[in-house]
């Protein structure tokens, strides 16, 4: 048993599960670094995606265009977090409760608009996901090849998508406005930034990269809509920004120790090793929870966390 | 005239508003199903309390929610975001079926041993979450959330497991407790048992906990950490203590689902009721009376809601919505009531 | 006109039916350093408020170098060369300079941030005035005048001509301020035009040419400063009547020493030692009033007076018993009293009921707990009984905290620390945000306990309120003790004391 482990084709196909398996994770992370470094906390994540795999699974299937699931998902995606925006920002409510209602919703919502679109079916229909894409030369180097350079290409626009992240958060302005109105909110308003507007807009943002995820998992990781197809990893990349401390290459290593988990126990299941399938399962929630405990001593959240603004608070 | 009562009948009128108005967004939605809203609503009121049966099937399931809502409710008041009820209920779910399934002891020792073993299940369960919090300033609602993830699996784990019926069928479920040990009906056509009583106790202690030393120091430390200190609060051991009780009510949620509903142990015991029940915490204003007042709306429409789906073409997920409907519409109105926008408009008017 | 930077004429603002400023004329000449002078709630900050944009007025003209102008926000305020460093720093602790100083600005590589530019900008002004900061520090690194510096470093680098400074020196030590002086001094000589809004007689004296006094929201007058113009003459403007109200103090042989410091050491939330070998007595029946400059370990002390901080060493008798380091319950029963400096965020729970915050301390007691339940009756008669006593104006008991103005809240911690004739009584800026009617309250009933046989320290940045009411006065300055002058002490040796020289020894 041990042996089959220890192959170097297993270890390829971890590696290579890791990748993959993060990236519905690392999406969503990505974009809550712009929402949470703005100031919001926002649980909702979960929910949003839902709606972005079922808006997403819907599109792809009548036009039969991939790209077109993947721009419905990041669309209403951006679309549901407006809910969230609105409530944390103008209504000034209680972000947390406020994230785990848009997540009832948005179960619900999606749900319910299956339903309307594909109505009740025995057999579920499915659409042809994202294949994988070969990149030319490099994936024919062996095993480094198959491990990094044989994945669809959403996997690889998310990759870049880190970078992406890290430049528009330390090198514009846009960045700049976003981190000052986490930290200093009042400051921003002192020098006629828009509170308000900047945290919509990342709101808004977390939203696209949620719904973007969202499509993935319907159209990318797995060919079809289900109730529970995000299953927790919303709230997981909601941890991981934590995690990380809210810097988009630490999430990226979050992300990745999340897939890796997942892929150890799906390829020890699949290898006929029955030890404790839900105990591996665990595993991603129980790291989390290490994660926090290591995080949260240091607590660089930023200073306007969770908390709403008002010009005329004191 | 009394400015609490005026409160309370403000907080009532706007809370029935709230939910006429997610009604009416569900008959839309209903509508555009395909199916006609009345005879869904009409389904779905007769599924709730059309008959002795049903209105029994509504208190079966406002037990659960209401113990729920009501340790959510402690929680709440201190500003501490437990949202791990359904784990909490799971765990003390699992202790207090232990005993009743390994064990042989007679009834009247059993009962009460495994109701404070599930007690004591969802009180540590909850307690792991608040030692994180005092100790590592771990964020609670991750916390308590992973620790659902981590119960829901662990239950999964046994139930597929060490503890799977071997006469079951293969099937994810634990050994059937024996029937001296199910908790006892209070009629044989209905689902309504003993562990009603259980709950009418802690209902009638909530009435009072607010007013007890404990509940108005758990009140304080919700109010800030600076003035609790002040005032000589040892907030840690607060926090703690009220994280406690929160999950003891949530573990004795998990007592009366497996000995007085499922009598045994299976998977996706705790469905759903963990988000349900942080609805109606919220919507009954976290008083007692409100809670049980909303918990009895939520229940029915669940019931309902059920009873609606299989005697009509419409989708389940509608329900789904008016719940979701409810909090969002609560929290845009909670924010308003617990004075955010109150304070705003004192100090805006300052500018007119 | 020619000459004025500013002028603000027949300026009105009304927030919530009161007038906080009320037909307010206000003019700056080029070139000059003008203070605006008045007590707390006066309306100076409002008028500046409205100056740079962050309020609009009700009615009135503003004329910036000749041209009239509406300021509608912040933006425009800075596009007309006025710039405002506030009392509470806007600055974004865990960026650097340069970031805080891009944050609002139009980056000149359009979309990407022209850090290195700004900063060579930066450092090269910074020289220009000595301000000795480097751009790429993070704001958490600098101290609290390097802070300051900051803020005022922006705002020239946002082209301000005129300069309003609010309340500068609340926070620096008395050489820091020397330094900002020099600074505006300099700045001055450069041609720009400062506002500096203060309270403080001494810096009105020191380093302004001309003063504009404003009460109650009334502009009672301006006058030139030279070197004839008094203290006396500026309070009387300030205040309305003659100072130094007239306390009954009847002089008292102080009583047993009830609180002894010695040795006492603490650090600050910093990590930096915050008291050092501190000691300090106070007998029965006296008001030691503790003078220093805010930020010298006057927190600190309260802190660890009470519980809510863990001194690092030393003793605190207490009645000859040592009690150091308890939790904050142990003194709450041995009748230490507390009136926190901040009252909103320590003293009050804003939501709650103004009857359950005056029992905050004692609602696990009899008979305020029957049979294991708050008891309703005893909380709305004690209510009633002090609401009368201290004359607290609230429309019902069930009002929030939150509802009240300052001076009546601080009313209802009065009642609830001085009520049960404590041994002792610790006052942190008891009278800070206060009207002088509030005051004058607060003073008498923190006069009336010493003389009920209270042991009192009183905390006070405030020197007038010192002098009027103590025994005994000492003057901490880093964390020590400098001296202990008896009543009726030359603010002049106080005010060495408070900047740090050692008290002479007594012949």
Redo the contacts between chains.
Sequence with gaps: MLSSIFTVGFLVSLLAGTIRLATPILLPALGQIYTQRAGILNLGVEGTMTIGAVAGFSAAYKTGNLWLGLLAGMFFGMLWSLIMAWLSVTMRANQVIAGIALNILGAGTAVYVYRIIFGVQSLPPQVTPFAAVNIPLLSKIPIIGQIFFQHNILVYLSYVMVFVTWFILEKTTFGLKIRAVGEHPRAADSKGISVAGVRYAAVLIGGLYAGAAGAFMSIAYMNLFTESIVSGRGFIAVSVVIFARFMPVRAMWGALLFGFASALQMRLQALGIDMANQLMLMLPYVMTIAALIFASKKAEFPSAYTIPYSRLER | M???IINSIKQFVIAVLTIILALAVGAI?VW??GNDPAEAYTTLFRGALGSKARISEVLVKMIPLTLMALGMSIAYKAQL?N?GANGQLTIGAILAILPGIYLGLPTVILLPLSLILSIVGGALWCGLAAW?KNR????E???T???N??AT??L??LV??PMMDPDGGGFPQSKVLPEAYHLPLFSAQMRIHGGIVVAIIVIIMMF?FW???LG?KI??IG??D??A??????VKKTVMVAMLISGALCGLAGWNEVYGVQYRLLEGLSSGYG?IA??IA?LGGLNPLGIVIASFFFSALLVGGATMQRMTEV?Y?????I???V??FV??R??IH????Q??L??????? | MDNLAVSMQGITKIFNGVKANDNVDFNLRKGSIHGLLGENGAGKTTLMNILYGLYQQEAGDIYINGSKEEISSPIKAISLGIGMVHQHFMLARPMTVVENVMLGKKSRRGILLDTKETAAELKELADKYKMNIDPYSKIWQLSVGEQQRVEILTAIYQGADILILDEPTAVLTPQEAEVLFDMLRHMKADGKSIILITHKLEEIISIVDEVTVLRDGELIGSKLVDEHTTKEELTKMMVGRDVLFNFDKNKKAPGAVKVELKGLSASNDKGLPALTDFNLTVHEGEILGLAGVDGNGQKELCEVLTGLRKADGGQFLFKGKEVINQPPVFYINSGISHIPEDRMSTGLALNWSLKKNLIIKKFHKAPFLKYGLLNQKAIDAYWDKCQKEYQIKAISGEEHARALSGGNQQKVILARELDDHPEMVIANQPTRGLDIGASEYVRQKILDARNEGAAVLLVSADLEEILQLSDRIAVIYDGKIMGILPAGADTNTIGMLMMGHKQEEEA
């Design positions: 009394n400015s609490k939605l555009i199903s975001w949202i994180l590592f300033n771990a964020n609602v991750i916390t959330l992973m620790l993830y981590i699996y662990f999964a784990f597929y497991g009072f007013r007890t030393k108005v009140d304080l109010q800030g600076k003035i200190t002040y005032a000589g609060v040892n988000d942080t609805i919220l989708p997920s509608v329900v789904d919505i719940q979701g409907l909090i969002v929290i845009a909670t924010a617990f004075g955010w926008p304070k705003l004192r100090k805006e008017k300052k500018d007119a």
